[in-house]
C-alpha cells in the first residue's frame, strides 16, 4: 500500500477524470465567487451605505461587512440543506446543474445593487445555491471514484477551489489597478460581472455527466431505503451520530474561516489604509493600492491552502482521519492568532498568511474526505450537507459576533478588528473538544 499511494491516479479511466474536473470545476467557481465577494464586500459597503463621516464610516464598513457575511452564511446553509436532500432524490448531477445556475445568475446581479439591503438578497441567494454544489459535488466523486483513489482525488478535488480563490484575487488586483489608474469607478461591481460566467459549465454536466451506479442502485431499490430524508438519517443512532459529529467538526472551521480567516483581508485593508493615507496619497490612489494588496493577501492565503489542502489527504492515509483532524485543529488557531496579533508590515503578508492558510483551509480537505465516508448511499449527500450546513447556520453568527466585538467591546481600541478576531481564534478548540467521539474510518469502504 505505501507503494501504491503515489500512483493512484494511474486508477482513474477517462470517464473518472471527466468527472473529478467537471466537479473540481463546479466547487472552483463556487469558491471564486466567495472570494470574489470576501475581497469586494469593504469597498461595497462603502459605496452603498452612503456615510460622510469618515470616523463612524470606517466601524461601519467593517460591521456591515460582517453582516452582509452572515446573512450570506444563512443562504449557503439554507440551500446546502435543502439541496443536500434534492442530491439524494434526483441525482447528483442534475442538482449540480441547478446550484451553478443558481449561484451564478446572483452573483452577477449583486454588481447591479443600490443598496446595503438589495445587496443582502442577492447574497442569500447567491449563498443557496453555493451551500447546494459542495454536498452533491463531493458525493459524485466519492461514488465514483476507485476505493483507493477516492481520498486523493477528494483531496485534489478540495485543492483546486484555491484557484479559484486565486483567480479572483487576480481580478481584484486588475480591478485595484485599473482604479488607481482612473480607468474605472469601481472595484467590486465588475468583480460580481464575471462571477456570473460559471454558468457556462452547466452546460457541459448537461450533456456528458451521469449519475454514479451507487446512486443509481440506491434509487432502484428507493422502496426499500428512502433516498434523502432526514428523518431517515436521525431515525437510526449510527448515522445520527455521526451528523452531530460532523456538524460538530463543520462549525468549528467554518466559523475559523469565515469569522477570523477570511477578515484577514479587511485586517489588511485597514492596516494599509492607514499607511497610504498618511504618505498623502489621493483617495483613488489609496482604493486601488489597497485592492492591490487585498488581491496578494488572498494570494498567499490560498497559496498555503492549495499546499495545505493536498497535504491532508495523504497525512489523513498514513496517521487516520483523527489525528489529522486533531493537528488541523491546533496549528490554525495558533497560526491564525499570529496573523491577527503580529501583522502589520507587508512583508509579514508573504511569511505569515500563508501558513496561516495552509494550516486553516486543510481542515475543508478533512471535510470533503471524511463526510462522504460516514453516511450510506441514500443519504450521502443529505448527511454531508447537514454536517456542512447547519454548522454553517450557527455559524452565520460568527461573523455577527466579530461585528459586534469590533463595533462594541473594542471599538475604544485603535484596531478593533484585531482584537475582536484575535479572541475568536478559539473557536477552533470546539473541533479538537469533538474529535474523541468522531469514529476513524480510514481503510474502510463507503457505508451502502
Same mark, same amino acid.
Given at each position: 500500500?505505501?507503494?501504491?499511494?503515489?500512483?493512484?491516479?494511474?486508477?482513474?479511466?477517462?470517464?473518472?477524470?471527466?468527472?473529478?474536473?467537471?466537479?473540481?470545476?463546479?466547487?472552483?467557481?463556487?469558491?471564486?465567487?466567495?472570494?470574489?465577494?470576501?475581497?469586494?464586500?469593504?469597498?461595497?459597503?462603502?459605496?452603498?451605505?452612503?456615510?460622510?463621516?469618515?470616523?463612524?464610516?470606517?466601524?461601519?464598513?467593517?460591521?456591515?461587512?460582517?453582516?452582509?457575511?452572515?446573512?450570506?452564511?444563512?443562504?449557503?446553509?439554507?440551500?446546502?440543506?435543502?439541496?443536500?436532500?434534492?442530491?439524494?432524490?434526483?441525482?447528483?448531477?442534475?442538482?449540480?446543474?441547478?446550484?451553478?445556475?443558481?449561484?451564478?445568475?446572483?452573483?452577477?446581479?449583486?454588481?447591479?445593487?443600490?443598496?446595503?439591503?438589495?445587496?443582502?438578497?442577492?447574497?442569500?441567494?447567491?449563498?443557496?445555491?453555493?451551500?447546494?454544489?459542495?454536498?452533491?459535488?463531493?458525493?459524485?466523486?466519492?461514488?465514483?471514484?476507485?476505493?483507493?483513489?477516492?481520498?486523493?482525488?477528494?483531496?485534489?478535488?478540495?485543492?483546486?477551489?484555491?484557484?479559484?480563490?486565486?483567480?479572483?484575487?487576480?481580478?481584484?488586483?486588475?480591478?485595484?489597478? &485599473? !482604479?488607481?489608474? *482612473? #480607468?474605472?469607478? /469601481?472595484?467590486?461591481?465588475? +468583480?460580481?460581472? =464575471? @462571477?456570473?460566467?460559471?454558468?457556462? %459549465?452547466?452546460?457541459?454536466?448537461?450533456?456528458?455527466?451521469?449519475?454514479?451506479?451507487?446512486?443509481?442502485?440506491?434509487?432502484?431499490?428507493?422502496?426499500?431505503?428512502?433516498?434523502?430524508?432526514?428523518?431517515?438519517?436521525?431515525?437510526?443512532?449510527?448515522?445520527?451520530?455521526?451528523? &452531530? !459529529?460532523?456538524? *460538530? #467538526?463543520?462549525? /468549528?472551521?467554518?466559523?475559523? +474561516?469565515?469569522? =477570523? @480567516?477570511?477578515?484577514?483581508?479587511? %485586517?489588511?485593508?485597514?492596516?494599509?489604509?492607514?499607511?497610504?493615507?498618511?504618505?498623502?496619497?489621493?483617495?483613488?490612489?489609496?482604493?486601488?493600492?489597497?485592492?492591490?494588496?487585498?488581491?496578494?493577501?488572498?494570494?498567499?492565503?490560498?497559496?498555503?491552502?492549495?499546499?495545505?489542502?493536498?497535504?491532508?489527504?495523504? #497525512?489523513?492515509?498514513?496517521?487516520?482521519?483523527?489525528?489529522?483532524?486533531?493537528?488541523?485543529?491546533?496549528?490554525?488557531?495558533?497560526?491564525?492568532?499570529?496573523?491577527?496579533?503580529?501583522?502589520?508590515?507587508?512583508?509579514?503578508?508573504?511569511?505569515?498568511?500563508?501558513?496561516?492558510?495552509?494550516?486553516?483551509?486543510?481542515?475543508?480537505?478533512?471535510?470533503?474526505?471524511?463526510?462522504?465516508?460516514?453516511?450510506?448511499?441514500?443519504?450521502?449527500?443529505?448527511?454531508?450537507?447537514?454536517?456542512?450546513?447547519?454548522?454553517?447556520?450557527?455559524?452565520?453568527?460568527?461573523?455577527?459576533?466579530?461585528?459586534?466585538?469590533?463595533?462594541?467591546?473594542?471599538?475604544?481600541?485603535?484596531?478593533?478588528?484585531?482584537?475582536?478576531?484575535?479572541?475568536?481564534?478559539?473557536?477552533?478548540?470546539?473541533?479538537?473538544?469533538?474529535?474523541?467521539?468522531?469514529?476513524?474510518?480510514?481503510?474502510?469502504?463507503?457505508?451502502?
Amino acid at each position: 500500500m505505501e507503494r501504491q499511494d503515489g500512483v493512484w491516479y494511474r486508477e482513474l479511466n477517462r470517464y473518472h477524470w471527466f468527472v473529478l474536473i467537471v466537479a473540481a470545476l463546479g466547487w472552483l467557481f463556487d469558491c471564486l465567487d466567495q472570494q470574489l465577494f470576501i475581497l469586494a464586500r469593504q469597498p461595497a459597503m462603502r459605496d452603498l451605505l452612503r456615510i460622510e463621516d469618515s470616523m463612524e464610516l470606517k466601524a461601519s464598513v467593517d460591521a456591515y461587512a460582517g453582516y452582509a457575511t452572515s446573512i450570506f452564511l444563512l443562504g449557503w446553509a439554507s440551500g446546502g440543506l435543502f439541496f443536500g436532500v434534492l442530491g439524494d432524490r434526483i441525482g447528483r448531477a442534475k442538482t449540480m446543474l441547478i446550484t451553478i445556475l443558481l449561484y451564478s445568475v446572483f452573483t452577477g446581479l449583486s454588481a447591479f445593487s443600490l443598496s446595503f439591503w438589495d445587496f443582502a438578497v442577492y447574497r442569500f441567494l447567491t449563498g443557496l445555491g453555493v451551500g447546494g454544489e459542495f454536498a452533491v459535488g463531493v458525493a459524485l466523486v466519492a461514488e465514483v471514484m476507485p476505493e483507493r483513489a477516492r481520498p486523493y482525488a477528494l483531496g485534489l478535488l478540495q485543492a483546486l477551489s484555491a484557484i479559484g480563490n486565486v483567480t479572483a484575487a487576480l481580478l481584484s488586483m486588475l480591478m485595484g489597478s &485599473l !482604479v488607481e489608474q *482612473g #480607468l474605472v469607478e /469601481s472595484v467590486w461591481r465588475p +468583480l460580481f460581472i =464575471v @462571477g456570473s460566467l460559471p454558468a457556462l %459549465l452547466a452546460l457541459l454536466i448537461r450533456r456528458k455527466l451521469r449519475e454514479p451506479e451507487r446512486w443509481q442502485n440506491a434509487a432502484g431499490e428507493s422502496g426499500k431505503t428512502q433516498l434523502g430524508s432526514y428523518r431517515a438519517l436521525f431515525g437510526e443512532r449510527r448515522w445520527r451520530k455521526n451528523a &452531530l !459529529v460532523g456538524l *460538530g #467538526l463543520a462549525f /468549528s472551521g467554518v466559523v475559523g +474561516l469565515w469569522a =477570523v @480567516g477570511f477578515f484577514t483581508m479587511d %485586517l489588511v485593508g485597514n492596516v494599509l489604509t492607514k499607511q497610504f493615507s498618511s504618505q498623502g496619497l489621493a483617495e483613488n490612489e489609496v482604493v486601488g493600492r489597497v485592492a492591490f494588496w487585498k488581491g496578494i493577501t488572498s494570494l498567499m492565503v490560498n497559496a498555503g491552502a492549495f499546499l495545505g489542502m493536498f497535504s491532508f489527504s495523504f #497525512l489523513a492515509q498514513r496517521i487516520g482521519r483523527r489525528p489529522s483532524f486533531a493537528i488541523g485543529f491546533v496549528a490554525a488557531m495558533v497560526s491564525t492568532a499570529l496573523v491577527f496579533g503580529f501583522l502589520n508590515e507587508l512583508w509579514q503578508i508573504f511569511v505569515l498568511v500563508p501558513i496561516m492558510g495552509f494550516c486553516q483551509l486543510s481542515l475543508f480537505a478533512g471535510y470533503a474526505i471524511y463526510f462522504p465516508e460516514l453516511f450510506p448511499t441514500h443519504l450521502r449527500s443529505t448527511g454531508t450537507s447537514f454536517c456542512y450546513n447547519v454548522g454553517r447556520f450557527i455559524a452565520a453568527i460568527g461573523p455577527a459576533i466579530l461585528a459586534l466585538l469590533t463595533t462594541k467591546v473594542f471599538a475604544d481600541t485603535e484596531e478593533p478588528l484585531r482584537y475582536a478576531g484575535l479572541s475568536m481564534c478559539l473557536i477552533f478548540l470546539v473541533g479538537l473538544a469533538i474529535l474523541p467521539a468522531a469514529p476513524e474510518t480510514k481503510g474502510q469502504g463507503l457505508p451502502d
